[in-house]
């Protein structure tokens, strides 16, 4: 419940840029906060069977002319664009809450276009969807974020390890997304014209793909080139029926996950939206809340896990684009992409959860530098092996390993970010979002002229340089800590003016969790 409890401090008369919040709450209210943390979850749960499945079919059903690739690239150079001066604002003007609901629409034009794709109908319509993406997973940041903090002030708990327990549920959910929209996808092509005989053939003996001319399966995997492959048979696209097909069930996805939160989700005004410190409760021009995010780029720890984010992207662009092109389409045929991309969802959603919940036991900097091996591990293999149609089991074990990968990245950075920047929720994960769309654009704009091979490498480069700067990260955060905790224990009447000054613009320090009242009602 909301106990009501608001004290408002009002200077020069309509000012509100002093707005304080006070937010009243009873030890019962924990059940209604993982009520709304099961909601946004389920919600981007059902969005993303939509936009996974989708996505993860562009390369091979719109590859003509780079099609689908080129959709993609514009959808994550759009997402840059809006991260950049879409959130704070979006936010602070229609609240987290609505701001989701609109935001989700803008993903429902995409999936229509399948239904007639052409450059000028995908296109805009990728651009619509990037542009209502920032807001979008920004909304989805802070609302999780903040009720991390609240929910650790209500059970006494550490807040850096219900933050990372959350997101480790909401992407738990997320992920099985993958799922949900591939195995849509490969139930409707595996049972048409397309895929029926050589689905039997496969997975009764083995020897659907067996025949296959060598030549075609020399061109698969590392030395896969999308130029030099158009004469491959598995890479030619499904029946339209299919397709609309697939499409039709995805557009009522979209339909359907932004009824769940407009209907079930609590606003975040429950839980002091307007706090003292926070966007929404800040008067200030229009410029100063888009120049938010550029001022998070000042800060010397966003800056070094740029590098980082962006292999983020890249390597979720890998895995959606050229790995189900290279080496599961050329090799097995575009109706395998589906079974194989479940066990990368499944894997993935699992691990979420173990990640999220084990941080609290084995620490942040033992399961990044797990993703960081196992990434690893899997380029340099996928550099030297060559897939073929007899090896199945080898496909589905990659998939699982990238997915062991890309769960270390989604739980373990992403919380990083909540907790390195609990002031500045809003600027921090439009930064977030915006160098990770960086990578995708990055990894989409090379995808039809560079080969696997190269593009193996160049992912491997940024993944030992994103480790370089979150090591670096972390060395920084220790020393901190240090100096915070000396500082803290010297008598406040003791403390210097730039002691006081470092206290105070602590970016781990917000006001909420000073303005949370518990009550035992």
Same mark, same amino acid.
């Given at each position: 419940?909301?106990g009501?409890g608001?004290?408002?401090?009002?200077?020069?008369?309509?000012?509100?840029a002093s707005l304080?919040?006070?937010?009243q709450?009873?030890?019962?209210?924990?059940?209604?906060?993982?009520?709304n943390i099961?909601?946004v979850?389920v919600?981007f749960?059902?969005?993303?069977?939509?936009?996974?499945?989708?996505a993860?079919?562009?390369?091979s059903?719109?590859?003509?002319?780079?099609l689908?690739?080129?959709?993609l690239?514009v959808?994550?150079?759009?997402?840059?664009?809006s991260c950049?001066?879409?959130?704070?604002?979006?936010?602070?003007?229609?609240?987290?809450?609505?701001?989701?609901?609109?935001?989700?629409?803008?993903?429902?034009?995409?999936?229509?276009?399948?239904?007639y794709?052409?450059?000028?109908?995908?296109?805009p319509?990728?651009?619509?969807l990037?542009?209502?993406?920032a807001?979008?997973w920004?909304?989805?940041?802070?609302?999780?974020?903040?009720?991390?903090?609240?929910?650790?002030?209500l059970?006494?708990?550490?807040?850096?390890?219900?933050?990372v327990?959350?997101?480790g549920?909401?992407?738990?959910?997320w992920?099985?997304?993958e799922?949900?929209?591939?195995?849509i996808?490969?139930?409707?092509l595996?049972?048409?014209?397309?895929?029926?005989?050589?689905?039997v053939?496969e997975?009764?003996?083995?020897?659907g793909?067996?025949?296959?001319?060598?030549s075609?399966?020399e061109?698969?995997?590392?030395?896969?080139?999308?130029?030099?492959?158009s004469?491959n048979?598995?890479?030619?696209?499904p029946?339209?029926?299919?397709?609309?097909?697939?499409?039709?069930?995805?557009?009522?996805?979209?339909?359907?996950?932004?009824?769940?939160?407009?209907?079930?989700?609590?606003?975040?005004?429950?839980?002091?939206e307007?706090?003292?410190?926070?966007?929404?409760?800040?008067?200030?021009?229009g410029?100063?809340?888009?120049?938010?995010?550029?001022?998070q780029?000042?800060?010397?720890?966003?800056?070094l896990?740029?590098?980082?984010?962006v292999?983020?992207g890249?390597?979720?662009?890998?895995i959606?684009?050229?790995?189900?092109?290279? =080496?599961?389409?050329?090799?097995?045929?575009?109706?395998?992409?589906?079974?194989?991309?479940?066990?990368?969802?499944?894997?993935?959603?699992?691990?979420?959860i173990?990640?999220?919940s084990?941080m609290?036991?084995?620490?942040r900097?033992v399961?990044?530098?797990?993703?960081a091996?196992?990434h690893?591990?899997?380029?340099?293999?996928?550099?030297?092996?060559?897939?073929?149609p007899?090896?199945q089991?080898?496909?589905?074990?990659?998939?699982?390993?990238?997915?062991?990968?890309?769960?270390?990245?989604q739980?373990?950075?992403?919380?990083?970010y909540?907790?390195l920047?609990?002031?500045?929720?809003?600027?921090?994960?439009?930064? =977030?979002?915006?160098?990770e769309s960086?990578?995708?654009?990055?990894? =989409?704009?090379?995808?039809?002229n560079?080969?696997a091979?190269?593009?193996? =490498?160049l992912?491997?480069?940024?993944?030992v340089?994103g480790?370089?700067?979150?090591?670096?990260?972390?060395?920084?955060?220790?020393?901190?800590?240090?100096?915070?905790?000396?500082?803290?224990?010297i008598p406040?009447q003791?403390?210097?003016?730039?002691d006081?000054?470092?206290?105070?613009?602590?970016?781990e320090?917000d006001e909420?969790?000073?303005?949370?009242?518990?009550?035992?009602l």
């Amino acid at each position: 419940m909301h106990g009501g409890g608001v004290d408002t401090d009002k200077q020069n008369g309509g000012d509100t840029a002093s707005l304080r919040e006070k937010v009243q709450l009873r030890r019962g209210e924990k059940w209604r906060i993982l009520k709304n943390i099961i909601t946004v979850s389920v919600a981007f749960m059902v969005q993303f069977t939509a936009f996974q499945g989708t996505a993860n079919l562009q390369s091979s059903i719109n590859a003509k002319d780079g099609l689908g690739t080129v959709s993609l690239s514009v959808v994550y150079a759009a997402l840059v664009v809006s991260c950049i001066f879409l959130p704070t604002l979006v936010i602070r003007k229609l609240t987290v809450k609505w701001t989701l609901c609109v935001s989700m629409l803008c993903y429902a034009p995409y999936i229509a276009s399948q239904f007639y794709p052409r450059f000028y109908t995908l296109l805009p319509a990728g651009v619509l969807l990037g542009l209502g993406a920032a807001p979008m997973w920004a909304s989805k940041a802070t609302y999780l974020t903040q009720l991390g903090q609240v929910y650790a002030k209500l059970t006494d708990q550490s807040v850096e390890a219900i933050i990372v327990r959350f997101f480790g549920f909401f992407f738990l959910a997320w992920q099985t997304a993958e799922l949900w929209g591939n195995l849509i996808s490969s139930l409707v092509l595996s049972s048409g014209a397309h895929g029926a005989a050589s689905v039997v053939d496969e997975m009764g003996n083995g020897t659907g793909g067996s025949h296959q001319e060598d030549s075609n399966l020399e061109s698969c995997g590392a030395n896969f080139c999308v130029v030099e492959t158009s004469n491959n048979a598995n890479l030619q696209r499904p029946p339209d029926s299919e397709i609309f097909e697939i499409s039709a069930i995805y557009l009522s996805c979209i339909v359907a996950a932004v009824v769940i939160i407009a209907v079930f989700l609590d606003p975040l005004s429950r839980y002091g939206e307007r706090r003292r410190g926070s966007i929404s409760a800040t008067e200030i021009s229009g410029m100063q809340l888009l120049s938010a995010t550029f001022k998070q780029l000042k800060k010397a720890n966003q800056q070094l896990l740029i590098p980082i984010t962006v292999f983020i992207g890249m390597e979720q662009a890998f895995i959606g684009a050229d790995f189900t092109q290279a =080496y599961v389409s050329c090799a097995l045929g575009i109706h395998q992409i589906g079974y194989v991309m479940i066990c990368f969802g499944v894997v993935n959603a699992i691990c979420s959860i173990i990640f999220g919940s084990a941080m609290k036991y084995i620490g942040r900097v033992v399961i990044i530098i797990l993703g960081a091996i196992v990434h690893g591990a899997s380029i340099i293999y996928l550099l030297y092996w060559r897939p073929h149609p007899d090896h199945q089991i080898v496909f589905f074990i990659l998939s699982g390993l990238w997915g062991i990968g890309d769960a270390v990245w989604q739980t373990q950075i992403n919380g990083l970010y909540g907790a390195l920047f609990r002031r500045n929720k809003e600027a921090a994960f439009s930064n =977030y979002r915006l160098w990770e769309s960086v990578g995708f654009v990055v990894a =989409y704009a090379y995808s039809t002229n560079l080969c696997a091979r190269m593009k193996l =490498y160049l992912l491997f480069g940024v993944l030992v340089c994103g480790m370089v700067g979150y090591t670096i990260v972390e060395i920084r955060q220790l020393k901190k800590e240090k100096h915070l905790k000396k500082l803290e224990e010297i008598p406040k009447q003791q403390q210097t003016e730039a002691d006081r000054k470092v206290i105070e613009e602590d970016d781990e320090k917000d006001e909420l969790e000073e303005d949370i009242v518990v009550t035992h009602l």
